[in-house]
């Protein structure tokens, strides 16, 4: 199918990073016997060998800007790199995939991570944050980010009150926004972030993330108080149970797709991207669902946050596909 239609603009800010995704034999897993959760063990004081290594460049802002690029977006990212050969190399890679750099430099360095990889494509990430702390609202470029269509929100910083700027921003400008918020956001609490809540077109987080963040025990309540506040569609995706969104008035659900997992790494960036972009083409919240899982579920058979990722016409595609299982 083909869509004759402008490209939007949307800017994602927030993090990026370079991976490192590692995979040896000698990490094992087991049932923690101190908190809730499976714990990764490695023993101490032995040198182990690498089995398979992966290098690669992570973090919310850049994977969802790779993936609107190639869901047909004109897409910019809005990150803070240091000044290293890790910012050279993402800088280079930007140029190669056409997405606009609106650039805010740190005098930290680039942010890295290290992801242990264990089988059936669940990790543990290592993460040095560096430059993707260190904001300096001065230096963004809001001219540039004035003729958007989208902001894409993700992880970034602790100030609220640069969250509510932006929030504010976009409301000024009649820039829908779009709120995925990292656990250092979160943990400025519900209350200091209300502003930016009550100017949300939607958020996107996931089962754990929004009952915690809430503080509720049920997440359809955790999602109908998200949208009391001002959210127009609260989106909940839960693994392999699937997700639900809520625009409120109703509950919308979607099964998971069967696929074979290898790494999750990116997986709820790529949702984020397949379900903005059909709600982009006026598609209604069932079929951003289907858009958003089949995002999901094509990044997590790769190794790496990009290797999946769709363009607009793969996904209807994949949809179908999995459907036909």
């Not at 290293?84 to 280079?92: H, L, Q, R």
């Not at 921003?169 to 829908?176: A, G, L, S, T």
């Not at 909940?236 to 659900?253: E, P, Q, V």
């Not at 999750?264 to 790529?270: E, H, L, P």
Request: glycine share 8%; charged share 30%; aromatic share 10%.
């Amino acid at each position: 199918m083909c869509y004759l239609k402008m490209k939007s603009r949307i800017a994602c800010i927030g993090s990026a990073t370079q991976d490192i995704f590692v995979k040896t034999p000698e990490i094992h897993f087991r049932k923690s016997k101190t908190r809730k959760g499976i714990d990764l063990c490695l023993k101490l004081g032995k040198k182990f060998d690498i089995e398979e290594i992966h290098f690669d460049f992570g973090g919310g802002a850049l994977n969802t800007s790779m993936g609107f690029k190639k869901m047909g977006f004109d897409a910019y990212t809005v990150i803070s790199l240091g000044n290293d050969s890790i910012a050279k190399k993402i800088e280079m890679l930007l140029k190669i995939e056409k997405i606009n750099l609106v650039e805010v430099r740190s005098e930290k360095e680039t942010g890295f991570s290290v992801i242990f990889r264990k089988p059936k494509g669940d990790r543990t990430i290592m993460t040095y944050r560096g430059a993707n702390n260190e904001w300096d609202e001065k230096k963004m470029q809001w001219d540039k980010l004035k003729k958007m269509n989208w902001i894409y929100l993700s992880s970034f910083g602790t100030n609220s009150g640069f969250l509510e700027k932006i929030a504010l921003f976009c409301k000024k400008n009649k820039i829908k926004l779009v709120f995925n918020p990292g656990a250092s956001q979160r943990k400025i609490g519900l209350e200091k972030l209300k502003n930016v809540v009550k100017n949300c077109y939607a958020i996107i987080l996931n089962k754990e993330e929004t009952c915690e963040w809430t503080k509720k025990n049920n997440e359809l309540d955790a999602m109908r108080e998200l949208n009391e506040m001002g959210t127009k569609i609260v989106v909940l995706t839960d693994g392999r149970k699937g997700s639900i969104a809520f625009n409120g008035k109703k509950f919308f659900r979607q099964k998971a797709f069967d696929v074979e997992r290898k790494d999750v790494t990116g997986a709820g960036d790529a949702f984020s991207v397949g379900f903005i972009s059909a709600l982009d083409r006026k598609k209604p919240i069932p079929y951003a669902l289907k858009w958003g899982t089949a995002s999901a579920c094509s990044v997590i058979t790769k190794i790496g946050a990009h290797n999946g990722l769709l363009s607009f016409e793969k996904v209807e595609k994949f949809v179908k596909k999995c459907e036909k299982k």
